[in-house]
């Protein structure tokens, strides 16, 4: 009776898990230096990228990552500079897909230390700096003002 019941138990966790792996974002790899080791992540959904890893020197940590909508718009981009293995810029997109602020650790301590915010993705409308590197800006120059 037992092996019945656990028998069941397994076909029915069968039946709960397949819809869920069907719909689950498949990775795909690439080797873009063809050193046998992959340096390029992608999760798809639908035949779009949500979201994509690389290692852009091969040292086998990733130093660049970046996140897109459903509809295929960049939504976040992160980079390692200087290739020490933390994310030291941040890029911010609004809905369209226009990049709206840059974050960056100029000082490569793990935190933010200058803030930039852009119109039209090229245009500064205003930066903050933290010069002493406590979390709070010293220096805001604002253009819109």
Avoid: C
């Avoid at 009776?1 to 397949?18: G, H, R, W, Y």
Wanted: proline content about 3%.
């Amino acid at each position: 009776m037992k092996s019945i019941i656990f028998f069941i138990a397994i076909i029915i966790i069968i039946i709960l898990a397949v819809p869920a792996f069907a719909e689950s974002p498949a990775i795909y790899t690439a080797d873009s230096n063809a050193d046998g080791k992959p340096d390029q992540w992608y999760d798809m959904e639908n035949n779009e990228i949500r979201h994509m890893e690389m290692d852009r020197n091969f040292d086998g940590k990733v130093d660049y990552l970046a996140d897109y909508s459903k509809d295929g718009k960049l939504k976040r981009e992160e980079m390692d500079y200087n290739y020490d293995g933390r994310m030291d810029d941040f890029y911010f997109y609004d809905d369209e897909g226009v990049l709206v602020r840059e974050e960056i650790d100029s000082n490569f301590d793990g935190k933010t230390d200058i803030w930039i915010y852009l119109y039209k993705g090229i245009y500064i409308k205003k930066y903050e700096k933290d010069t002493d590197f406590d979390g709070k800006p010293d220096v805001i120059k604002d253009y819109e003002k």
